[in-house]
């Protein structure tokens, strides 16, 4: 007993903390890997409608996005639901070329799976997507996904 | 001597780098997976061409909806609870009833000979309907075919529509094939 305190009160040293790095480093890594930068900056208030039939959408690199909502800055842009396309504001003309640039920055064996997630406000009128949609078929993008999110079940 | 002199390097400060940078990353990262209703877009036809094959008045279900976000299906108005069970009872036609579509044996594998039906589920929209209503009714839709899918899985497999192996999966996906078409658009409903 009296050993056990002596030995007690003599080793009261410091923990050893030569492996955190290691566990830190771990944690990074699986962030690195993991991690993808938000490529654009939103300038449309979008908040995606609600449904409960989701599929996700697995691979990023295959997926180009549309963005279709009123503008942030009503002052500068009005209030008019617009469409943004990377950085920029663009019209339904612009997709076209929007979709064609997005399959060239492609590998050419994953074009044909590539997909286009339409993320529009869940207020905007059908008109300016069933443009959108018109436009897409011209640019023979014909795999689509409505973007939405997941609804809080009511029951 | 020398040996002694050296001194170890402080390894602690290494942790705080190692630390910043974690949190760098864990600020810029978006784990968030997008989610949303997957659906294929009909390749363009040439204006001029409209000798599209006759489909029968009785294989097609027809959902309209207006700008004022209310549904006409079929001819007659709905509320979008019933949007569901109306498209499952179209799509399975249990009684054979002849106003609703007909049917083809197809060779399915797991199955045999299956009578599936040749349904197409149309879907058009006004250009002033609200995004959020046409979700909801792809939603709908897209329930019910999923809905058929897993019964047909419980009753032959047991499990899960999700739970299947990919094979099963596409010969229930054979039996209940997704045909929603999004028609061409048109102005219905007064102006916008």
Do not use: C
């Not at chain 2, 949007?83 to 009684?95: G, Q, S, T, W, Y």
């Amino acid at each position: 007993m009296a050993k056990f305190r002596k030995e007690k009160a003599q080793g009261s040293q410091q923990l050893n903390t030569a492996s955190l790095p290691d566990i830190v480093f771990m944690l990074l890594f699986f962030f690195m890997v993991s991690t993808s930068m938000k490529e654009v900056e939103m300038m449309v208030r979008m908040r995606a409608p609600e449904a409960t039939e989701l599929s996700k959408l697995e691979k990023k690199s295959l997926v180009s996005y549309i963005y279709v909502g009123t503008p942030l800055n009503p002052r500068k842009y009005g209030s008019e639901p617009r469409i943004q396309l990377n950085d920029s504001y663009e019209t339904v003309d612009g997709i076209g070329n929007y979709i064609l640039q997005e399959r060239e920055s492609m590998k050419e064996s994953d074009r044909p799976k590539m997909t286009v997630s339409i993320k529009a406000d869940h207020d905007v009128m059908m008109g300016t997507i069933t443009d959108i949609k018109q436009a897409l078929r011209k640019a023979q993008a014909l795999k689509i996904s409505y973007s939405a999110r997941k609804k809080a079940e009511v029951k | 001597m020398a040996k002694r002199a050296t001194p170890e390097v402080n390894a602690g400060s290494m942790a705080d780098i190692a630390f910043l940078l974690l949190i760098f990353f864990l600020m810029t990262t978006t784990m968030d997976t997008d989610t949303g209703l997957s659906r294929m877009l009909p390749p363009m036809v040439d204006a001029k061409q409209d000798d599209a094959p006759p489909i029968n008045k009785r294989n097609v279900f027809v959902v309209l909806i207006n700008a004022k976000n209310q549904l006409l299906v079929q001819g007659e108005w709905l509320n979008i609870r019933e949007l569901k069970d109306r498209a499952k009872e179209f799509i399975e036609n249990p009684a054979d009833n002849e106003h609703l579509p007909a049917k083809e044996m197809v060779d399915v594998p797991f199955f045999g000979e299956y009578p599936v039906s040749k349904g197409v589920i149309s879907l058009q929209n006004d250009r002033g309907t609200q995004y959020q209503q046409y979700i909801t009714v792809q939603n709908e839709l897209q329930r019910a075919y999923t809905e058929l899918r897993d019964e047909l899985s419980r009753r032959k497999f047991n499990k899960k529509f999700d739970e299947l192996s990919s094979e099963e999966q596409d010969a229930v996906k054979m039996i209940y094939p997704q045909r929603i078409s999004e028609a061409e658009p048109k102005n219905v409903g007064g102006k916008k």
